[in-house]
């Protein structure tokens, strides 16, 4: 059973940093496209960040270039998003998901997520 695990939100300070995990399970993470997703209140849901199956080429919007990075661990079977210089309007959850289409790469269309993990952003 394929499985998806988003942990590592909480509430952060205007400028802080905070590193979300997705951790997978019931299929092996690298041989998939995985993505980062947001969802604010009120607003629709929108990606975030993509690593693709392989060699992990990765994808970000364009308004969180160089602050969000994606990364992942092989041995772990989990993807990281890590956010710096964080700001109020990235207050959202955030959710993980996977392409279960073997070799996908970003874009991707994604089938399983997780349950998501509440970002807050705040002074």
């Known amino acids: 059973q394929w499985q998806l695990v988003e942990s590592g939100g909480g509430l952060v300070q205007p400028g802080g940093s905070l590193r979300l995990s997705c951790a997978a399970s019931?299929?092996?993470?690298?041989?998939?496209?995985i993505g980062w997703f947001r969802q604010a209140p009120g607003k629709e849901r929108e990606g975030v960040s993509c690593?693709?199956?392989?060699?992990?080429?990765?994808h970000y919007a364009d308004s969180l270039k160089g602050r969000f990075t994606i990364s992942r661990d092989i041995a772990k079977n989990t993807v990281y998003l890590q956010m710096n210089s964080l700001k109020p309007e990235d207050t959202a959850v955030y959710y993980c998901?996977?392409?279960?289409?073997?070799?996908?790469?970003?874009?991707?269309?994604?089938?399983?997520w997780g349950q998501g993990t509440q970002v807050t952003v705040s002074s």
């Open positions: 690593i693709g199956a392989g060699d992990g080429s990765t």
């Open positions: 019931g299929f092996t993470l690298n041989s998939y496209a």
């Open positions: 998901a996977v392409d279960v289409l073997r070799g996908s790469k970003c874009p991707g269309k994604y089938d399983y």
